[in-house]
Nanobody, 124 residues
Framework: QVQLVESGGGLVQAGGSLSLSCAASGRTLSYYVMGWFRQAPGKQREFVGAISWSGDVTKYSDSVRGRFTNSRDNAKNTASLQMNSLKPEDTAVYYC?????????????????WGQGTQVTVSS
């Protein structure tokens, strides 16, 4: 079992930055691909980005590529999402998740463990 807890959400103006963290307990994160998803009110949960086990490969959705950056520190059992140039359409609850699969890491169904989510609100 892996327990994931996100932190770092909040309210920011458009163009600003936020950094989300995901802390894990129960098992070492080095066994897992770490992904980030988000869900806005009335919308389906969508893929934001993922980072491979060692952190050497990342992938992003088209909507955040170039603005968001995944990172991880396996020694500290944490993953992070740096979000820059935020837009009002980035407003959502953000979730971190752990998966054993890289090939399908853009799919929420590939993830075994989820955090409770943290709210990010971007004002215009």
């Amino acid at each position: 079992q892996v327990q994931l807890v996100e932190s770092g959400g909040g309210l920011v103006q458009a163009g600003g930055s936020l950094s989300l963290s995901c802390a894990a307990s129960g098992r070492t994160l080095s066994y897992y691909v770490m992904g980030w998803f988000r869900q806005a009110p009335g919308k389906q949960r969508e893929f934001v980005g993922a980072i491979s086990w060692s952190g050497d490969v990342t992938k992003y959705s088209d909507s955040v590529r170039g603005r968001f950056t995944n990172s991880r520190d396996n020694a500290k059992n944490t993953a992070s999402l740096q979000m820059n140039s935020l837009k009002p359409e980035d407003t959502a609850v953000y979730y971190c998740a752990a998966s054993r699969s890289w090939g399908q890491s853009h799919l929420s169904s590939a993830y075994d463990y989820w955090g409770q989510g943290t709210q990010v609100t971007v004002s215009s």
